[in-house]
């Protein structure tokens, strides 16, 4: 519900105006996301120069050698279809 208290703290400002308190986002929700969006499109940007020998030192990436049984049915968010929809979700 609008107003609803998150960490002892009341969120700023809902951007988007959504049929569920789901699809409600703050500011701040909204910057930490193309924060993370923006320093993964650099990692991505480094790691594809670094495999073309464009560049001799590039981001390492680390694969788990035993993999935790919890995260299983872990599926990671891609970040750009959700961009995508939420550009879409505003015309």
Do not use: M
């Amino acid at each position: 519900p609008p107003g609803r208290q998150v960490n002892g703290k009341r969120p700023q400002v809902l951007l988007s105006h959504a049929p569920g308190p789901e699809e409600c986002y703050t500011a701040a929700h909204e910057e930490n996301v193309r924060f993370v969006y923006e320093a993964w499109q650099e990692v991505e940007q480094q790691l594809d120069d670094s495999q073309r020998g464009e560049s001799a030192r590039g981001p390492v990436q680390y694969v788990e050698k035993t993999p935790n049984p919890s995260l299983k049915y872990f599926v990671p968010i891609d970040l750009e279809e959700w961009w995508a929809k939420q550009f879409l979700a505003k015309i």
